[in-house]
Structure formats: structure tokens, C-alpha cells
């Protein structure tokens, strides 16, 4: 069974970084699109930044400036660096393809943004 497995949460202080990664199966990831989405409580999850399998990039409006998706083709890997982060920041962080796949939710990966 596929499960994508995020890595790099924990907690910062408003305007730190941090840089989550995304761990996924090669098959998977050299055919689908990748996107980084994020829960926070209360709410429904969302997208925040997503990476076609040429490298083109796409960001919601608050990730936009802040937020970078990379991935590297060679590991398989996906990563979100954030920077200048506020407590709005505060969620579950996941990656899954692009259109997500329902059975790929992995457990994600605690962000919180507090002083």
C-alpha cells in the first residue's frame, strides 16, 4: 500500500523556516504531479503548493513569496521550504499527488508557529 511519508515539522517562532520533505515511491513519483497540503484545526485541508513532473511550480496566495516546492527527481523526494512563518502557518502538513489520491495520506507532519 502507498503512504507518502513527510518529514521536518515542529515548532518555530514567527518568522522562522523550516523545511519539510516528502518521502514517495519512484513509481509514483515520476508520473504524477506533486502538491503540499495542510490542515489546520477546525478546517478543511488545503493546498498550499504544488510541482508538475517538469519542475513547473504553483502556490495559493499566502504561500506565494514565503513558500518554495522543489523535488528532486534523482531521490524521489518532494520538499516545502518555508520561510518568514506566522502562527496562520500552524497546521498538519501532508504531500500527496496532484489531484491528491485518497489512499495515499500519509500521517503528515505537525507545524506549529508560536512564541
Known amino acids: 500500500q502507498v503512504q507518502f511519508v513527510e518529514s521536518g515539522g515542529g515548532l518555530v517562532q514567527p518568522g522562522g ?3 519539510l520533505s516528502c518521502g514517495t515511491p519512484g513509481s509514483i513519483f515520476s508520473i504524477y504531479a506533486m502538491s503540499w497540503y495542510r490542515q489546520a484545526p477546525g478546517k478543511q485541508r ?3 503548493a504544488g510541482i508538475t513532473t517538469g519542475g513547473s511550480t ?3 496566495d499566502s504561500a506565494k ?3 518554495t516546492i522543489s523535488r528532486d527527481n534523482a531521490k524521489n523526494m518532494v520538499y516545502l ?3 518568514s512563518l506566522s502562527p496562520e502557518d500552524t497546521a ?3 504531500c500527496n499527488t496532484d489531484p491528491p489520491i485518497h489512499s495515499y495520506w500519509g ?3 505537525q507545524v506549529t508557529v508560536s512564541s
Request: proline share 0%.
Open 107 to 109: 500521517q503528515g507532519t
Open 17 to 19: 523556516s523550516l523545511r
Open 81 to 83: 521550504q518555508m520561510n
Open 46 to 48: 488545503e493546498l498550499v
Open 58 to 60: 504553483k502556490y495559493t
Open 65 to 67: 513569496g514565503r513558500f
Open 92 to 94: 498538519v502538513y501532508y
